[in-house]
């Protein structure tokens, strides 16, 4: 108990255990914490907005996190962006990394992994991941001691207008108080969530900053287009009235002319009439509101996905829709390593050390997409390495494969046993004695063709006579000397690990840095001889017979 109190937050100050358990910043309608919102964005001009985010850069957030919330519900494009952004994170597996083999480290991963199984993580992630919007987020931890552990019972996702940013350096998060005072974070009670679209304070650093301008403009845009679509695309109506009409007859044929675009009724007198003047060329008058507005939509993918491929079917060449992905992979990839650095920083180390005490080494939450291998050129290249002696752990095959240590008692699978030894393709002849066809091993079918081995005549063997070859190949195995054997089985190896003769090559290059060329070559020359001698030893016993 002793060492427990002890402990410090990231800021250095001591943990208040009786106040972990409950909520200190929940809204309440008639407190400083209230979930009514204004709307900044009605009327919204550009010396409004300048004067908006002026505010929130001297430490005056709420009009402009008001402003980036309203975005996110009026623009269905940034919505849309922002989302897919934010949800290409929270879905993605979360895995734990224990500090170390030794078994307490391994409960205390085993305890994180058993709580990642929350159905709720997915939205809890989601809501942390606000920050990427508007360049902050608060997120309330709701500790649980119902069975005498420490455990996150649930993340509250907190407004950011309900907090502030010391004014001595305005990056040093506050809180405010029943009283509406700013008071400091209670230790180990929030994550504070930082992913930031540049490099500077997180009140200028959200993508909202960047998607205000933008969505101002875009409704200039639309406003006029409505305007211009509602005055010219339907046609002009004119009222006439003859020359003894009165005044009632006027206001008559005036109400049936402004009444008719939206009843698309109306009863006048037969002495009046009404023209219909359509406006031609119309479409070609509008298409520079689309252009405008597609334009800024495109500009907003840019800043929120750093591509437009995704969103707006505009790939713009061969293979740049690849490429648009691969950006935003990039960008996937390091939203979940900060989001990993957040969560061990301000979730898993402060529950580690509430129930454990601080420690030397703390678990690792890890958040990334698993990579893609290839399993079976795997297992087909490992498999001859380990013939020739290459020594490989079991666990980290099976980590590879997703397979489990076996336990006491498991059932084994086991290889079968081979119904015939492999027959040596240097030796082997049919029954016959005639010669023996061997594909080489290891080579594509396009690449390979057939060796034939020519067996020596069995009459030749059983006649007794003295065979000419035989000194010079037991020169030749002299000459060769006792390694090549064991040169031989590597090289056979290396053959059927590879796919083709060029990857066969580059592996005899790496295997055999230091071969002795003018050795190889004299033994060549000298098997080369044996073979010329047999030959001629073959044709006069033909002449002879």
């Known amino acids: 108990m002793e060492q427990q109190s002890r402990v410090l937050d990231r800021w250095g100050r001591p943990v208040r255990r009786q106040q972990l358990t409950e909520e200190v910043a929940a809204p309440s ?90 159905d709720e993580l997915t939205e809890e992630v989601f809501d942390i991941l606000d920050t990427i919007g508007k360049g902050y987020s608060f997120t309330e931890i ?15 996702w907190r407004d950011p207008r309900w907090f502030r940013f010391a004014r001595h350096d305005l990056a040093t998060p506050l809180m405010l108080d029943d009283h509406g005072q ?10 504070f969530a930082q992913i ?32 211009f679509t509602q005055t010219y695309g339907q046609p002009l109506r004119i009222g006439k009235y003859g020359a003894g009409a009165s005044d009632r007859d006027k206001e008559t044929i005036f109400r049936a002319v402004a009444n008719i675009a939206g009843d698309c009724a109306a009863i006048i007198p037969d002495s009046m009439s009404i023209d219909f003047i359509e406006a031609k060329s119309l479409g070609s008058s509008t298409e520079h509101y689309e252009k405008r507005a597609d334009w800024l939509d495109k500009q907003i993918s840019k800043a929120v996905l750093g591509q437009t491929a995704t969103t707006d079917a505009v790939t713009g060449g061969l293979g740049s829709g690849k490429e648009h992905r691969e950006v935003q992979e990039d960008i996937e990839r390091a939203d979940a390593r900060a989001l990993a650095a957040i969560l061990n920083r301000d979730l898993i180390r402060p529950w580690v050390d509430l129930e454990y005490g601080p420690q030397s080494a703390y678990p690792r939450l890890v958040i990334a997409r698993a990579e893609q291998e290839d399993l079976a050129a795997f297992s087909t290249a490992l498999a001859p390495l380990v013939q020739v002696g290459l020594k490989v752990r079991q666990a980290e095959v099976r980590s590879k494969f997703g397979l489990s240590d076996p336990e006491a008692g498991d059932d084994i699978l086991a290889p079968t046993a081979s119904s015939a030894p492999q027959a040596d393709p240097l030796t082997d002849e049919d029954a016959s004695g005639s010669a023996v066809k061997y594909p080489l091993k290891g080579l594509p079918a396009s690449e390979r ?47 059927q690990a590879a796919n083709s003769l060029p990857e066969f090559q580059a592996m005899l290059q790496a295997g055999f840095p230091e071969l002795d060329e003018s050795a190889l070559a004299q033994v060549m020359a000298k098997a080369l001889a044996a073979a010329h001698g047999a030959g001629r030893a073959a044709v006069e016993e033909e002449s002879i017979g």
């Open 182 to 191: 700013e008071v400091a974070l209670p230790a180990f009670k929030f994550i």
């Open 449 to 495: 063709g057939t060796a034939t081995l020519q067996a020596e005549p069995r009459s030749a063997a059983l006649s007794g006579s003295p065979n000419p070859v035989d000194p010079m190949t037991d020169r030749l195995a002299r000459e060769a000397g006792d390694g090549m054997e064991a040169m031989l089985a590597q090289i056979e190896a290396m053959l």
């Open 196 to 227: 930031k679209a540049k490099s500077g304070l997180s009140l200028r650093s959200g993508l909202a900053r960047v998607a205000t301008w933008g969505w101002m403009f875009k409704a200039y845009t639309q406003r006029d287009w409505a305007i």
């Open 142 to 156: 709701i500790w649980e001691t119902s069975e005498g552990q420490w455990r996150p019972a649930r993340l509250e």
């Open 29 to 118: 309608l008639g407190g400083v914490r209230s979930p009514i919102t204004g709307y900044p964005a009605d009327g919204l001009n550009p010396l409004r907005l300048a004067a908006i985010l002026r505010e929130a850069d001297q430490g005056d957030p709420v009009r402009y996190l008001e402003l980036a919330e309203t975005i996110e519900e009026r623009d269905p494009h940034y919505l849309g962006v922002l989302g897919t952004r934010r949800r290409s994170v929270s879905q993605i597996d979360i895995t734990v990394e224990a500090a170390s083999d030794d078994p307490r480290d391994q409960d205390i991963a085993q305890m994180i992994r058993d709580w990642l199984k929350r």
